[in-house]
């Protein structure tokens, strides 16, 4: 790195010459506060201290690494140099993020029938680049019970909104897609009509929300290893779970009547537009187990199994 002797002032042709760049760029750099001026010569030239080229060496070190000037000017000012390079990698882990969205969403467009593509353009032009989960979030917590505790309701939600990957496959960009149209879908009112078709087919009198969302925890986790070891649903300790995480929230006892109640419920409250959300769930996670709904969806068939094997 070139020193200047002495004391000497430099003006900003030869500060630029000796940094390595333009003119310009030291008078933008002057101009938003990082490269400060020494004086002016008579004739209103700018002049720099020596120690300005050491400084316009920094900045431009930092902003070769595509540091944005106000991290920059802090990193100048004493900042923190370690905190702002993390800053950067994950300002730029984001970015790589989004293009591989794009890109993904791209191999779809272009994979896709011509006459297939507008609709998909819609659907993939809705989806925020990269997408999040808020939309996902918020209609769950419209949806949960208000008297469910904090960590009861994150657990659920968790179980029931699928992470947006950060290298999707396009049939997960496509469910993610589907997903965020469906549970945005604030004009239609998705969340309320979901909550009256419940309330509709709910059995009779108070229930408990955090014993039912308790039991049907432990029925979905015992469903989900019966999906993955691909046992077909049957009466056993899956359904009397399930059975028994309803007994409870409704104050009632297990039984032949009870159980026929609670299938008419199950049967009255199968909402196609949930299937719809748990089939694109299940598309958005691309794998890694059964979804909440897969097991739902098997425990209810156990029931219904349990039925005709005593008909």
């Known amino acids: ?92 882990g984001d970015r790589l993020v989004a293009l591989r969205w794009r890109e993904a969403a791209l191999h779809v467009l272009t994979a896709a029938p011509e006459e297939r593509r507008p609709e998909l353009l819609r659907l993939l032009g809705g989806l925020p680049q990269p997408p999040t989960s808020d939309a996902l979030v918020r209609f769950w917590h419209r949806q949960l019970p208000r008297a469910l505790p904090p960590a009861l309701r994150a657990a659920v939600v968790e179980a029931a909104v699928p992470a947006p990957p950060t290298d999707p496959r396009p049939a997960q960009v496509v469910g993610h897609a589907r997903l965020h149209a469906l549970a945005a879908d604030r004009a239609g009112g998705l969340a309320e009509r979901c909550r009256r078709v419940r309330a509709a087919a709910a059995l009779p009198g108070e229930t408990d929300p955090v014993a039912l969302y308790e039991g049907l925890a432990e029925a979905y986790a015992l469903a ?29 006892r297990d039984g032949a009547a009870f159980r026929a109640a609670l299938r008419a419920s199950l049967r009255a409250g199968d909402d196609p537009r949930m299937r719809a959300y748990w089939r694109y769930a299940e598309e958005a996670a691309g794998g890694g187990g059964p979804s909440m709904g897969a097991a739902h969806d098997w425990l209810v068939a156990a029931l219904d199994a349990e039925d005709a094997a005593g008909a």
């Open 1 to 92: 790195m070139e020193r200047v002797p002495g004391g000497e002032l430099l003006g900003i042709g030869e500060l630029a010459r000796r940094a390595g760049v333009t003119v310009k760029t030291v008078r933008h750099y002057s101009d938003a506060g990082l490269l400060p001026e020494s004086g002016r010569s008579a004739g209103g030239h700018r002049r720099y201290a020596p120690d300005a080229l050491d400084r316009l060496h920094r900045i431009r070190d930092l902003r070769a690494v595509g540091m944005p000037l106000p991290a920059v000017a802090e990193a100048l000012a004493g900042g923190s140099l370690e905190q702002a390079l993390a800053e950067q990698l994950a300002a730029v």
């Open 224 to 252: 989900a290893t019966a999906l993955a070891a691909g046992r077909r649903p049957a009466p056993g300790d899956e359904a009397d779970c399930f059975v028994a995480a309803h007994a409870r929230a409704y104050r009632r």
